[in-house]
């Protein structure tokens, strides 16, 4: 649809040129002697200006790319020729990243992301996470750059996907997030290194998991009923010390993981000062009890 013109490094003669030739890709399009000879795929498009040799050519499409050459014949002179290539694009549209469907396990399945659009590209460049993307051990790019091969899919390839398509008249930037399903990982129990007697005690496990994780805890090897990331001791007692397993799954993935968490229960200040003061108070009787019987 634009428009380009032609220009020559001639200054318009004394007298007229003999003749005037233009051909596109080898297929003459106009010759001017004493006449102008048009092809007809140029008819009504073109526009030659006879004293410099100079061509302006309009209603630009993919057909006009390739070269063009110029022949001139100067009054009582040799003949010049010239020649330059012309490139066309298209605005760019529609920019799309498309990926095979599919459940990906890291580790296991492969996959791969295609950048599309309408248009012709020129350049295609890939983002992730908002960082320029680059080849690793499972990341192989097509050699027109318009494919991303990962095999396996890792953990860390989770993410938003970007491809920016670019020509030198247009861009246009496409986006995918990629889902990747993995661990449970990093499985921890954060908790109180000991609890006193008599105090809330609460435990929280967590596990680096796509998706979550369910969790499960054991108490001492036996079962306790609790089934999400928290295990509550309402009040903390002896029986309460040993050991906590919490139990992370992927229903997804299929794999599971323990961790075990050991609880200590230490006596409250003010309990360990009575049983302080009875025991003086128990030894001062014996004391004197056996000083009464000698």
């Known amino acids: 649809g634009g428009r380009v013109k032609f220009t020559t490094t001639l200054s318009p003669p004394a007298k007229p040129f003999v003749s005037v030739s233009w051909t596109f890709n080898r297929v003459n399009i106009i010759t001017s002697t004493t006449v102008n000879i048009t092809n007809a795929d140029h008819k009504d498009r073109i526009s030659l200006n006879r004293t410099t040799g100079s061509l302006e050519l309009w209603n630009l499409g993919l057909r006009d790319q390739g070269e063009y050459r110029v022949s001139i014949i100067p009054d009582g002179a040799l003949e010049l020729q010239g020649a330059t290539t ?48 680059s ?21 860390i390839d989770n993410g938003e ?15 995918h997030n990629l889902t990747v399903n993995f661990g449970p990982q990093n499985i921890s129990i954060d908790g109180p290194l000991a609890a006193s007697t008599g105090y809330r005690v609460t435990l929280s496990c967590s596990a680096d998991s796509i998706p979550p994780a369910t969790f499960t805890w054991m108490f001492n090897r036996t079962e306790t009923g609790v089934n999400n990331t928290l295990y509550v001791i309402e009040r903390m007692e002896a029986l309460h010390i ?35 003061l009875y025991l003086y108070f128990v030894f001062h009787i014996l004391s004197l009890d056996n000083k009464l019987q000698t």
Request: glycine share 4%; proline share 5%.
């Open 242 to 276: 040993g050991n906590y397993t919490c139990t992370a799954t992927n229903n997804i993935t299929g794999l599971k993981d323990s961790v075990v968490y050991n609880a200590l229960c230490k006596v409250r200040q003010l309990e360990l000062c009575d049983l302080a």
């Open 135 to 155: 080849p690793s051990n499972n990341i192989i790019f097509s050699a027109d750059n318009r494919t991303v091969y990962l095999s396996p899919v890792q953990d």
């Open 86 to 133: 012309l490139d066309v694009y298209v605005l760019l549209s529609a920019a799309t990243i498309t990926s095979p469907p599919a459940t990906l396990i890291a580790g296991i399945s492969s996959t791969n992301l295609t950048c599309k659009a309408a248009g012709n590209i020129s350049c295609i460049q890939w983002i992730k996470d908002g960082l320029p993307l």
């Open 161 to 175: 996907y970007d491809c920016l398509v670019s020509n030198p008249v247009s861009n246009r930037t496409a986006s």
